[in-house]
């Protein structure tokens, strides 16, 4: 029997960005943009919002990134930019989760949304959604049921008795991966809440 929680939706996010191999790209953009809808009742994933975004500062992706999260040039190249995908993903929070809703963003971390987000929409002169400026980092929920704080996804997997699903560093397959994190918590009857705010 799950904890039952005072959501009616997990929204379930990991971003990947361009990057170099032991250096900082300044600036670093986003170039997946994943999103799932969980039902908190029942943990099962009812919607998805899911787009590459074509770099528009470093459009040429390095090969390290490539590698890393299997995103290619083809990808980014076909895909549309970030101002127009925020507002595709504006309209889906709009018409497939609800703004009357209650629902929780929840990450592997604080970066998607306390740094890369706000860095991203400060390019291009859009305003962070309000609902974008608190959610739960699940390494928390883990650290508080298990009494370990990990760095990272593999870690809190392992200490579930959970396989990694699909393609490493791949943004879709890690909030897969982080939704079965978040259902095998709730068998462990965590109560999840936001773990971070931004002004």
Not at 34 to 40: M, Q, R, S, T, W
Not at 60 to 81: G, H, M, P, W, Y
């Given at each position: 029997?799950?904890?039952?929680?005072?959501?009616?939706?997990?929204?379930?996010?990991?971003?990947?960005?361009?990057?170099?191999?032991?250096?900082?790209?300044?600036?670093?953009?986003?170039?997946?943009?994943?999103?799932?809808?969980?039902?908190?009742?029942?943990?099962?994933?009812?919607d998805t919002f899911q787009q590459f975004v074509q770099p528009e500062y470093h459009p040429k992706l390095t090969r390290?990134?490539?590698?890393?999260?299997?995103?290619?040039?083809?990808d980014v190249n076909s895909a549309k930019i970030f101002k127009e995908v925020f507002e595709d993903?504006?309209?889906?929070?709009?018409?497939k989760v609800g703004l009357d809703k209650r629902f929780l963003f929840v990450t592997c971390g604080d970066w998607d949304l306390k740094t890369?987000?706000?860095?991203?929409?400060?390019?291009?002169?859009?305003?962070?959604?309000?609902?974008?400026?608190?959610?739960?980092?699940?390494?928390k929920s883990y650290a508080i049921k298990k009494g370990d704080y990990v760095k990272g996804m593999y870690p809190m997997l392992d200490g579930l008795n959970l396989q990694y699903f699909g393609i490493p560093h791949r943004g879709i397959d890690d909030c897969k991966n982080?939704?079965?994190?978040?259902?095998?918590?709730?068998?462990?009857?965590?109560?999840f809440l936001p773990t971070y705010y931004t002004e």
């Amino acid at each position: 029997m799950k904890k039952v929680q005072r959501y009616d939706y997990f929204l379930v996010l990991d971003f990947e960005a361009t990057c170099e191999n032991e250096k900082k790209m300044n600036p670093q953009e986003i170039i997946e943009f994943p999103v799932l809808k969980v039902n908190a009742q029942t943990y099962e994933i009812e919607d998805t919002f899911q787009q590459f975004v074509q770099p528009e500062y470093h459009p040429k992706l390095t090969r390290f990134c490539t590698e890393l999260t299997s995103i290619t040039q083809e990808d980014v190249n076909s895909a549309k930019i970030f101002k127009e995908v925020f507002e595709d993903f504006r309209h889906w929070m709009e018409e497939k989760v609800g703004l009357d809703k209650r629902f929780l963003f929840v990450t592997c971390g604080d970066w998607d949304l306390k740094t890369m987000l706000p860095s991203q929409c400060a390019l291009h002169n859009i305003p962070v959604p309000p609902y974008c400026k608190s959610w739960l980092n699940i390494k928390k929920s883990y650290a508080i049921k298990k009494g370990d704080y990990v760095k990272g996804m593999y870690p809190m997997l392992d200490g579930l008795n959970l396989q990694y699903f699909g393609i490493p560093h791949r943004g879709i397959d890690d909030c897969k991966n982080i939704v079965n994190i978040l259902r095998a918590l709730a068998d462990l009857q965590c109560e999840f809440l936001p773990t971070y705010y931004t002004e």
